[in-house]
């Protein structure tokens, strides 16, 4: 627009300085400005002028030569510093081999302003690139045939269940093709979970696909040989091996390599998270995140896509067997976290398959129980209906019994209702062993409408219980003696 002004106000007579005062410019740049349209309107009129050429000089906007500028601030202090700096990150990549602990540029520049340098983020930006000699990268735009390509990743969400605040983790598989997007959401990002999603995945679209593409996570990576070589988890290999698809693992540092899936899990975490962020259980966070994806996916094309997946095989069993002990207390020790198993079992060794989420346990081949798998460490999942037959010799244990307290309802209608006759909840337990705990709560409250002290009359036998009410009787008879005057 200056130029433009400059020209109009030559045009009609006015000076250099009366143009200057009135656009408050250089006088200099008034006559350079004039100078060159003069010079070019001039070339119009000549022969063998490209006046296409001219004409786009004439009307296009003033360009600024840069290319020789010098940074004003950055001086030789600070080029020794940063050289430093970068030097140390070259010693650090020979010692760790390829790693993800790179400094940002972010983090280089605080360096410098800590040590009182006094320089832009900018062009400490520029100096960074320079002195790494990166130029800009060329991404190849991929077009990927149906059931050719998968892409993994886990991305991270925080949500608030049951009033507390946790973090989850999203199982995010993408398909580029038919851009279908699909997600499970897990507790942890260990590799039971890693491998469990591989399998729900596959078994809820009925096939597999020729490849899936992984970043360098542990559970795909276990070790790097040199810059370029890497060995595979095993049991990521042995997934493979079963479904018969091909791995492929991305550079280091290269997301785009993945992009779909990268882009996905932001659009995941978004689209379902972001507003509804609050659940009673992991259940339903579980279940809300499955119906969203529907209504996500409902322009995908993977019924389309789903012709060309590989030939579908049977479940994989996931699960980790190991062979224990069964301790004193009737426990079995998994990941350090301890579970019951009958009490007939004691001293004896028994098969355990441990799942994501649960732990089958085995005598000679038979299951015996089941059990939740336990986050963490140093915890202890405790069944009372495996200790019935040493409660019922030992009535009285069951008062202070772990097993009894790890149900704090049941807990609860002992302590109401049953601690004059412990034997008779015993036995109403072992009536009832087949059913499930909240089954037994109902039955428990069943009883629980008569008087305790009928509920003990009912056990003639149990002479325990006949001096406890007998104790009661004389207390209150006393009582009333005290009160006579």
């Known amino acids: 627009m200056d130029k433009h002004a400059i020209i109009k106000l030559k045009e009609k007579g006015k000076s250099n300085r009366k143009t200057a005062k009135l656009l408050d410019l250089n006088r200099k740049t008034i006559a350079k400005y004039w100078n060159e349209y003069l010079a070019e309107t001039k070339k119009l009129s000549m022969k063998n002028i490209d006046n296409k050429s001219v004409q786009e ?275 079995i020790r998994i990941n350090n976290n301890h579970y019951s198993v009958p009490e007939y079992l004691v001293d004896k060794k028994i098969t355990a398959k441990t799942y994501y989420d649960k732990i089958h346990i085995y005598a000679n081949n038979i299951k015996v129980c089941e059990h939740k798998k336990k986050d963490g460490e140093n915890k202890i999942t405790i069944d009372i209906r495996h200790y019935l037959k040493s409660l019922n010799r030992k009535p009285g244990a069951i008062k202070n019994s772990l097993a009894l307290k790890s149900i704090p309802c049941l807990k609860n209608i002992f302590d109401k209702f049953f601690i004059s006759n412990p034997k008779k909840f015993v036995e109403i337990l072992q009536k009832n062993n087949d059913k499930s705990i909240e089954e037994l709560v109902n039955i428990f409250k069943s009883y629980t409408h008569l008087p305790i002290d009928i509920i003990s009359a009912n056990n003639s036998t149990n002479q325990e219980t006949i001096n406890i009410i007998t104790k009661k009787l004389v207390s209150k008879y006393n009582d009333l003696c005290i009160g006579r005057p």
Not at 147 to 157: A, K, M
Not at 249 to 260: A, L, R
Not at 282 to 293: I, K, P
């Open 57 to 331: 000089k004439i009307c296009s906007d003033p360009i600024y030569d840069i290319s020789k500028r010098k940074a004003r601030k950055y001086n030789q202090d600070m080029n020794l510093y940063l050289g430093a700096i970068l030097e140390s990150e070259v010693e650090k990549c020979k010692e760790l081999g390829v790693h993800k602990q790179q400094p940002t540029n972010i983090q280089i520049h605080q360096l410098m302003i800590e040590n009182n340098f006094d320089i832009s983020y900018s062009t400490i930006s520029n100096k960074i690139r320079e002195k790494r000699n990166k130029s800009k990268e060329c991404f190849i735009k991929q077009n990927y045939n149906f059931g050719d390509r998968l892409e993994y990743d886990f991305g991270e969400v925080k949500l608030l269940v049951d009033g507390q605040l946790n973090k989850f983790y999203l199982a995010v598989l993408s398909s580029p093709a038919s851009n279908f997007r699909w997600a499970f959401l897990y507790k942890t990002q260990k590799q039971d979970v890693f491998m469990n999603s591989h399998v729900e995945f596959f078994e809820m679209l009925g096939g597999v696909y020729k490849e899936v593409v992984y970043d360098n996570m542990k559970n795909v990576v276990t070790k790097f040989i040199g810059r370029n070589e890497k060995v595979l988890n095993k049991e990521l290999v042995k997934l493979s091996l079963y479904y018969g698809y091909d791995i492929n693992v991305t550079n280091c540092f290269s997301g785009n390599e993945k992009g779909h899936v990268e882009g996905s899990v932001k659009v995941i975490r978004n689209q379902v998270f972001a507003i509804h962020y609050k659940f009673k259980n992991f259940e339903d966070a579980r279940e809300h995140l499955q119906q969203q994806l529907k209504s996500l996916n409902k322009n995908s094309t993977i019924l389309e896509e789903k012709k060309h997946l590989l030939q579908y095989k049977p479940k994989l069993d996931l699960a980790n067997i190991t062979y224990q002990k069964v301790n004193k207390y009737s426990f």
